[in-house]
C-alpha cells in the first residue's frame, strides 16, 4: 500500500516522542513496530534493524518503498506531504525562526544526552552515575537558558514557540522538557517553556505521544 | 539595507563553515564578523554577543531587521528566500534523504564533538588529552559509517550525495570530514565519503568557504 506509514520507535526515546507528536496532529496512524532499546544488548543494533537504519537509532519510519530515519527529516517529509494543519508557518522568515528553536534542541541538548552517549561516557570514559546526572543537567540548563531567552523576548511567541498553533519549535521542545523533568531538573528558571509545555500538552496529539502511554511503556 | 547580510563566524567552527559554503553556492557575499571562540574566554560569551544570539554560539546571521541563529535554520532560510541554485531537490522523498544525511552529521556527530563539549570533558568530567581523542573518534567513526552504508547502498547517490549537484548533505558532510582530517582520523573505511568530499572540494563554493582560507584564519 502506497499511503500505508510504519514507526519503528522505542518508548522513551525523545526522537520518537517528537514523531508521534506530528502524527498525531496529521492524523495519521501508523503501523507502530517496537525497537527496545535495552534488550539483548539493544534491538536496534540486530541485523534486521541495521538494514533498515544503518544509524542504528530510533525512529525509522517506511512510507511504502521508502525508508526514512532522523525525527526532523521524518517531520518536514510528513508536512510536505500532508500540508494540514502545517507544523511551519508559511513566510520564510517565521519558518526560519521556528527551524532555529527545533534545533536549539535538536542539535545542542538532545544529542549529548541520549542513551548511547550516557553508555559511552559510563563505560569508556569512566564517568559515575552522579558525573554522568551533572552532565546531563549541563546541557539541559545551557540549551533552556538560550531558548528561554529567544521565546521570552520575541513579539513572535505567543500561545505557543510561534504564534498560535504548535508548529515544529513545539514538537521538540515537549519531549526535551519530558526528558528534564525525569531528571528533576529544576525548571523555575524557564517559565516560558513550562508554559507553553503545558499549552502543548493540553492537545491530544501531544498529550497521547507521551512515553508513558505508548504500548511498549513500561 | 534590507537585502544586507552579516555573518558572525569563526573560522574553525565546522557550523560557520556550513553556512559560508551556502552563501557561496547562492553567490551571496555578506560581511564578516569575527568572534574569537577561544579569546578573552570566548568572545561568544560577551554581552554584546549573546544579545544577539543568547545560544553563545556560532554562527549568527543577520539578514536586515532579522537574527539568525543555527547553521541548519540559516542554510534552509537562504535556500527559501534565493532559491537558485537550490540547496534542496524537489521532490519530497527525496528532500526528505537529503534531510536524513544532513541531519546525521549535523544531529549525531558534530554536536558531541565541539570546542564547549571538550572543554566539560576536560574541565568537569576529567577527561585527558588522549580519552577527548578517543571520544571524538568513537562519535565520528559512529556517524560516518551509518552515512558510508546509507550513501554506499543507494542508487540516489551520484556524484555528490545526491544526485548531480550539491545539496544540504553535502554542505554538512564537507566540514564533518575536514574536522576527522584534523583529528587524523583514518577514512579508509569511507570511500564514498572521500570520494564525495573530492567532488565537492573541486568546486568553488566550497574550496573558498574552508578554514584556513579565512580572514580570521590563524
Same mark, same amino acid.
Given at each position: 500500500?502506497?499511503?500505508?506509514?510504519?514507526?519503528?520507535?522505542?518508548?522513551?526515546?525523545?526522537?520518537?516522542?517528537?514523531?508521534?507528536?506530528?502524527?498525531?496532529?496529521?492524523?495519521?496512524?501508523?503501523?507502530?513496530?517496537?525497537?527496545?532499546?535495552?534488550?539483548?544488548?539493544?534491538?536496534?543494533?540486530?541485523?534486521?534493524?541495521?538494514?533498515?537504519?544503518?544509524?542504528?537509532?530510533?525512529?525509522?519510519?517506511?512510507?511504502?518503498?521508502?525508508?526514512?530515519?532522523?525525527?526532523?527529516?521524518?517531520?518536514?517529509?510528513?508536512?510536505?506531504?500532508?500540508?494540514?494543519?502545517?507544523?511551519?508557518?508559511?513566510?520564510?522568515?517565521? $519558518?526560519?525562526?521556528?527551524?532555529?528553536?527545533?534545533?536549539?534542541?535538536?542539535?545542542?541538548?538532545?544529542?549529548?544526552?541520549?542513551?548511547?552517549? !550516557?553508555?559511552?561516557?559510563?563505560?569508556?570514559?569512566?564517568?559515575?552515575?552522579?558525573?554522568?546526572?551533572?552532565?546531563?543537567?549541563?546541557?539541559?540548563?545551557?540549551?533552556?537558558?538560550?531558548?528561554?531567552?529567544?521565546?521570552?523576548?520575541?513579539?513572535?511567541?505567543?500561545?505557543?514557540?510561534?504564534?498560535?498553533?504548535?508548529?515544529?519549535?513545539?514538537?521538540?521542545?515537549?519531549?526535551?522538557?519530558?526528558?528534564?523533568?525525569?531528571?528533576?531538573?529544576?525548571?523555575?528558571?524557564?517559565?516560558?517553556?513550562? $508554559?507553553?509545555?503545558?499549552?502543548?500538552?493540553?492537545?491530544?496529539?501531544?498529550?497521547?505521544?507521551?512515553?508513558?502511554? !505508548?504500548?511498549?511503556?513500561?
Amino acid at each position: 500500500m502506497a499511503d500505508a506509514f510504519a514507526l519503528y520507535t522505542y518508548f522513551r526515546s525523545s526522537a520518537s516522542f517528537r514523531v508521534r507528536i506530528a502524527l498525531n496532529l496529521k492524523g495519521i496512524e501508523p503501523e507502530f513496530r517496537f525497537v527496545h532499546l535495552l534488550r539483548e544488548g539493544g534491538r536496534q543494533h540486530s541485523g534486521e534493524y541495521s538494514r533498515l537504519n544503518p544509524q542504528e537509532i530510533v525512529p525509522t519510519l517506511v512510507h511504502g518503498s521508502h525508508v526514512l530515519g532522523q525525527s526532523l527529516a521524518i517531520i518536514e517529509y510528513l508536512d510536505e506531504i500532508h500540508p494540514q494543519p502545517p507544523l511551519l508557518p508559511r513566510d520564510a522568515w517565521a $519558518r526560519a525562526r521556528v527551524r532555529q528553536l527545533a534545533y536549539a534542541t535538536a542539535c545542542e541538548i538532545q544529542p549529548l544526552n541520549n542513551l548511547r552517549v !550516557q553508555n559511552y561516557l559510563r563505560d569508556a570514559i569512566g564517568a559515575d552515575h552522579s558525573a554522568i546526572g551533572n552532565w546531563q543537567g549541563h546541557w539541559m540548563e545551557l540549551g533552556f537558558r538560550g531558548l528561554e531567552a529567544l521565546l521570552a523576548n520575541s513579539p513572535e511567541t505567543g500561545r505557543f514557540c510561534h504564534g498560535a498553533a504548535p508548529t515544529l519549535a513545539d514538537i521538540c521542545l515537549v519531549p526535551q522538557l519530558a526528558n528534564a523533568r525525569r531528571a528533576r531538573l529544576n525548571l523555575d528558571s524557564y517559565p516560558t517553556l513550562t $508554559r507553553i509545555e503545558a499549552e502543548c500538552l493540553d492537545l491530544k496529539a501531544f498529550a497521547d505521544a507521551q512515553p508513558a502511554r !505508548q504500548p511498549d511503556a513500561e
